[in-house]
């Protein structure tokens, strides 16, 4: 019964485990992945949020500014303020554990077709490590 249980409970999720982060972008050492996924993991009927996940493949810690804009027809309709944060190298931020999520408003939701993340200014931290990382 255990192993009937197990079966169907990976065949449920096995799905959301396949899907996989895409490289977005790349500036200096900074790796940047998107990918789509409900706002609860466990419920297909939340909210579609981005997850970022961000890799620092530099010998140094970085800081870097990251935004999104949502597009509609190539026309800009909500955008975020880009936020700072400060990555150690060789260290990887996953989006759920750290915050790196961002949600259309409701009135965006339905109706953007692209997003762009800004503010992509990388700087690095020579002999400098993060004091506080996201």
Known sequence: MKRI?????MF???PS???????KKEVNGLQVFTKWS???WWSKKSDK???VKVANTNEVAVSYDLG????????????????NYCLGAHKSIL???????????????DVFDSFELTGLDVEKLSGISCTQEP
Request: proline share 6%; no cysteine.
């Open 5 to 9: 249980f197990l079966a169907i409970v």
């Open 12 to 14: 449920h999720f096995l």
């Open 17 to 23: 485990f396949q899907a996989q982060y895409e490289l």
């Open 38 to 40: 409900h706002e609860k």
């Open 49 to 51: 949020v981005l997850l």
């Open 68 to 83: 999104i804009e949502f597009y509609k027809d190539l026309q800009m309709v909500e955008e975020s303020k880009a936020e």
């Open 95 to 109: 989006p759920r554990w750290k915050g790196i999520v961002f949600k259309p408003s409701p009135e965006v939701r």
